[in-house]
């Protein structure tokens, strides 16, 4: 249609017929004559309202989420941002991807919690609010938003109990190693469960290992930041125990890249149900899991009078008062390999016992 603005006459574009309907065609007809007569340039604010679709389109919360995710990525491990992405993909950006972030209100973000939260997924509830957090931290320090929704919807879900992995006492771990030595399934399952209980590594860890990761000669096992929880290399100082174990599993799966690879796929790592099968079929379901061995180890080994520090790198926790906020395995590896020749010598004669007796 032709407009006159200023004493200029210009055409304005209101769309091609059929995409256009007569009625649409009258209607922006209509908004051009109120805002000429307002003083105002139809034609400028249309550029106006175009440019403000595409900065939303922009700045939409997927749009910052995936900005945010590509600039801090590598300081997470590949399993930690996989399935933060996946939750984001699947219980984020479909209700609130869209969305200009600046525009989404507490109200919607608690409503995308809520959704997660009747599925009974209360510790997922909890990281998906934690990580919408960091992503709107990141829209407000880069001018995108001006409010951080997420802090403030902390008492609107139901909190998170923590979860408690059963674990064994010291008492009870002679019956446990005895009915192991008698479970007749898989050997490499087995094998599996020795290796947790002798090393505290997390059951992740140990299902992708990678025999070029072991150093035989300096009896060190060396895992990549990659794998680990808290992003960082963690060496694990190997008891003779561990030797003999990994020496039985090399004539099985030695000319492959992991030390457990799985029954259907050998180039994927053993399943995670694998472990907890063994526990269920040796009677100890719900008594113990593999995580709970990292509990039993650590109290055994502070009763012994361990230095705490040794301790909690051999369990790769990052604590800043028990270490000092360092995490220089050097410092201790000497230190944790005679606390975990200790351990492993520990195990034998607790197994032992139960033969003996």
């Known amino acids: 249609i032709g407009i006159s603005y200023l004493g200029k006459e ?6 091609v017929y059929p995409d256009v309907s007569l009625a649409e065609a009258r209607n922006k007809r209509e908004d051009a004559k109120r805002t ?9 604010e249309r550029k106006i309202e175009k440019l403000s679709r595409q900065q939303d389109a922009e700045n939409s919360f997927e749009a910052i989420t995936r900005e945010w ?17 996946r939750t984001f993909e699947k219980d984020v950006f479909p209700y609130i991807g869209h969305r200009p972030i600046k525009d989404i209100k507490p109200m919607e973000l608690l409503a995308v919690l809520s959704k997660i939260e009747v599925r009974g997924a209360t510790e997922k509830v909890r990281k998906v609010r934690q990580r919408c957090g960091e992503v709107w931290k990141y829209a407000v320090v880069t001018g995108r938003a001006e409010y951080n929704p997420a802090p403030d919807l902390a008492s609107a879900v139901a909190p998170h109990e923590k979860e408690h992995y059963a674990f064994l006492t010291q008492d009870e771990l002679p019956e446990f190693l005895q009915t192991l030595n008698t479970y007749a399934g898989s050997v490499l399952v087995k094998i599996a469960m020795q290796l947790l209980i002798l090393t505290g590594v997390r059951p992740g860890e140990l299902r992708q290992a990678e025999w070029q990761e072991f150093d035989f000669e300096r009896k060190v096992w060396n895992v990549p930041a990659e794998r680990m929880k808290m992003r ?10 561990v030797i003999d174990l990994l020496n039985q599993l090399k004539p099985m799966t ?57 301790i909690e790198l051999q369990l790769a926790h990052v604590d800043k008062n028990s270490i000092r906020g360092t995490y220089n395995h050097a410092q201790y590896l000497e230190g944790r390999r005679e606390m975990m020749q200790w351990y492993g010598n520990l195990i034998i004669d607790l197994n032992s016992a139960v033969r003996s007796g």
């Open 36 to 44: 000429l007569a307002a003083g105002n340039d139809p034609s400028l």
């Open 232 to 241: 960082r290399p963690h060496l694990v100082p190997l008891s003779s125990q």
């Open 254 to 310: 030695g000319a492959g890249t992991l030390l457990f690879p799985g029954r259907n796929n050998p180039k994927k790592p053993m399943s995670d149900m694998a472990l907890t099968v063994l526990v269920r079929r040796i009677g100890y379901a719900g008594r113990v899991t593999g995580h709970g061995f990292r509990h039993t180890m650590s109290t055994i080994l502070h009763e012994q009078g361990f230095n705490s520090a040794w």
């Open 69 to 85: 995710y590509q600039r801090r990525y590598d300081r997470w491990s590949v399993s930690y941002r996989e399935e933060m992405l």
């Open 10 to 15: 210009k055409l304005l574009a209101i769309g």
